[in-house]
């Protein structure tokens, strides 16, 4: 079955624009995952999607936000983008109700974002 | 905020060699995972342990884990060069929540 799929793959913007990051989970993971990667910070969490609704979040601004809509497909927005929020984003699909709890997330191949 | 530290923070071995990596954490967990990350690429997961499980083997990877500790270690064995990658723990509380920790680059070389 297909994997989790992440768009667009390469992303350039301006300081000061707003982004949306899409990412479609394996068919049937109803929780989503979303995560920054930086050298200096490595691996954020930033947020958890389950049926539609947050479930746990991270310690972000709130320039960054997210949603998930009923097909599970998520999406998160980083606005008034700074610098600093260059960074590869990767999101993480896993099995329905579980989560971390009793699986591995399976991840995209991550958007990166290069804000000039 | 991360989770666990991972130590060493790289490492370069020959084809054949052992490798092996070490996770310390800092709270109450319910599983500990290892993934692989190759070269900017998404994680992809290796293998799960769980905290009333003290060791665990898939193929050539073997995980142990000590909650008194709060340490977990990945050894890898007859490295090959398809290894290369970087290596990251990531703790699920009960919270259900994965933390990642700061991450292992191994280096094989044939």
């Known amino acids: 079955k297909a994997g989790v ?7 350039i ?3 000061g624009q707003q982004v949306t990051l899409s990412c479609s989970p394996i068919s049937g993971h ?3 995952s979303w995560y920054q990667q930086t050298p200096g910070q490595g691996l954020q969490f930033l947020f958890e999607y389950f049926s539609e609704t947050q479930r746990n979040k991270g310690n972000f601004p709130g320039r960054f936000s997210g949603r998930q809509f009923s097909n599970s497909r998520s999406e998160m927005n980083v606005s008034t983008l700074e610098l600093g929020d260059s960074a590869l984003y990767l ?3 896993s099995s329905p109700g579980q989560g971390a709890l009793n699986y591995g ?4 191949s991550g958007t990166r974002l290069t804000v000039v | 905020s991360q989770q666990g530290e991972e130590d060493p923070q790289a490492l370069s071995i020959q084809e054949g060699e052992n490798a092996t990596m070490n996770c310390s954490y800092k709270t109450s967990i319910n599983n500990l ?3 692989r990350q190759n070269s900017g690429r998404g994680l992809v997961h290796l293998i799960l342990i ?3 499980e003290r ?3 898939s193929g050539r990877l073997r995980v142990t884990l000590d909650t008194s500790k709060k340490s977990s270690s990945l050894l890898i064995t007859a490295s090959r060069a398809a290894d290369t990658a970087s290596y990251f723990c990531a703790t699920a509380s009960y919270t259900d929540k994965l933390i990642f920790g700061t991450g292992t680059r191994l280096q094989v070389f044939p």
Request: glycine fraction near 4%; charge should be positive; charged fraction near 25%.
């Open chain 1, 13 to 15: 913007k301006t300081r």
């Open chain 2, 55 to 57: 060791e665990k083997h």
């Open chain 2, 33 to 35: 995972q290892w993934y």
């Open chain 1, 5 to 11: 799929t992440q768009t667009p793959r390469y992303l």
């Open chain 1, 91 to 93: 999101c993480a699909s």
């Open chain 1, 105 to 108: 997330y399976t991840f995209g």
């Open chain 1, 30 to 32: 109803r929780s989503v």
């Open chain 2, 50 to 52: 769980r905290s009333n």
